[in-house]
């Protein structure tokens, strides 16, 4: 069981973790996985058990039974709350001792890279906390789904800077890590319980209100009858360069790498901006600042959430629902 590791969420993103903690992790240990589509899980199993041995779990109670570090990425805060605290098939009801009554409490942990609220998480935190279940961190991620297939995301984690003689939450943390961000310059101590996700707000924050005015700005200038390569050339050369426009410009045919250039293919869905602008709205609210770009992302956002040309595309097709011309 020490070696163990537990995974819960294998959606656009984790899955793609999962594969990679999968590859990289003890091959003599066990991966359990945990969906609420029992389909992802199946077809997980099958196509990594090549890597070493998975088992679909039926709970998250059960990965927590089986394994003492479990990583979770999952839709929004109450599934991270139904995660960890459900009574019946949640983490907190996990047994918390092995054969031998010893206590493991010390000992387990917690990664849980869903992007929700601050308040929730140090809720959650603390809940595990109190109940004697371990150490609970949020660790969310940024760099899509090529970085979480690819092992090369970004993570911010509410932990502090390990000391030069890391415990045993310290060594799992960076363990653990370092199967999904290869790279350790991306991976990012913020602080204690909640701050990752602090980070993480506003770095989302800031990339959607931009994608918002990369589609604006990319609109209008077709509209205006401007090449769309050359305005891309100049954007690139000046001021309004952004690391949005260099790899999610909007415009088909300009980045080949982009979503726009491939059909719009999924890098972040058009209806979870409005959760991560929001989140950013509220947070801003919550400290006393006024979230003026983000109120008005938001009521466009809102609309093309709802658009059935926009569902389920990544987020730079607003572009179109903006009225911005494909040639």
């Known amino acids: 069981m020490e070696h163990n590791i537990g995974f819960i969420g294998l959606g656009a993103m984790g899955y793609g973790m999962a594969k990679n903690v999968r590859q990289r992790m003890d091959r003599n240990a066990t991966l359990y996985v945990n969906d609420v589509n029992r389909a992802a899980c199946e077809a997980f199993k099958a196509e990594f058990s090549s890597l070493g041995a998975i088992e679909i779990a039926e709970s998250a109670r059960l990965v927590a039974e089986h394994a003492l570090r479990v990583v979770s990425i999952v839709p929004s805060a109450e599934h991270v709350r139904d995660v960890y605290l459900n009574g019946e098939t949640g983490v907190v009801a996990a047994k918390g001792r092995d054969s031998a009554a010893q206590p493991l409490d010390f000992m387990r942990l917690y990664l849980e890279c869903s992007t929700i609220d601050v308040a929730s998480a140090r809720e959650i935190g603390t809940a595990l906390q109190q109940a004697g279940m371990g150490t609970y961190v949020d660790g969310p991620v940024s760099g899509g789904v090529p970085a979480a297939q690819t092992g090369t995301l970004s993570m911010m984690l509410g932990a502090a800077e390990p000391k030069e003689e ?126 003026s770009i983000g109120e008005a992302a938001l009521d466009v956002y809102r609309k093309a959430a709802v658009d059935p040309s926009c569902i389920d595309r990544d987020g730079s097709i607003v572009y179109r629902f903006m009225g911005g011309p494909v040639d």
């Open 166 to 291: 890391q415990g045993q939450v310290a060594e799992g943390l960076a363990t653990l890590c370092g199967y999904m961000a290869s790279n350790p310059s991306k991976i990012f101590y913020c602080g204690g319980l909640g701050k990752g996700l602090a980070a993480k707000i506003c770095n989302n924050y800031l990339s959607c209100t931009i994608l918002l005015a990369n589609c604006e700005a990319a609109a209008t200038g077709q509209l205006l009858g401007l090449d769309k390569h050359l305005l891309y050339k100049i954007i690139k050369s000046s001021s309004g360069q952004n690391f949005m426009a260099d790899h999610v410009y909007p415009v088909p045919g300009v980045v080949p790498h982009a979503p726009s250039s491939n059909g719009y293919k999924l890098g972040f869905k058009t209806q979870m901006l409005t959760k991560d602008v929001g989140l950013g709205v509220d947070a801003a609210r919550s400290v006393g600042v006024t979230p």
